[in-house]
Structure formats: C-alpha cells, structure tokens
C-alpha cells in the first residue's frame, strides 16, 4: 500500500466513532490472526512435503540446540 493511501485509510478511520473504531480493531486483529493461521498451515504442509520426500536430516535436540544458540 502507498504511504497516501495509508494515511488516507487513518484519516477515515480518524472519522469512525470510538465504537466503530473498536469494531474495527476487532476485525483487523481477526483477520491478521486468520492470516497468520494460514500461513502455520502452509509452513506445516511444506514441513510435511519436505519430511516424505526425504529433505529433512534427522537431528538430536541437543546439535539442534546447539544451531540455535550458534
């Protein structure tokens, strides 16, 4: 989105009652969790996929750690 738009989107919203506003918070917050939802859904499928091709090296917690803390 352009910065104009987006700050058109804020004038409008700065035109909302404090009600509507909330309402709006509301279907934002829900949206972007359903986006998120999606995109977990996607990483799990793929995750899946990768595992019964065979992409995935199997790995102890420990050398796992070990790469996080690297």
Not at 15 to 36: C, F, G, N, W, Y
Request: aromatic residues 2%; proline residues 3%; contains cysteine.
């Amino acid at each position: 989105m352009e910065n104009t738009e987006f700050g058109e989107v804020l004038d409008a919203v700065g035109k909302l009652s404090p009600d509507e506003q909330e309402t709006l918070l509301v279907i934002v917050r829900h949206r972007l969790a359903e986006q998120r939802r999606k995109r977990l859904l996607q990483d799990i499928q793929e995750a899946t996929e990768d595992f019964a091709q065979g992409r995935c090296d199997p790995t102890t917690v420990e050398d796992l750690m070990k790469d996080i803390h690297s």
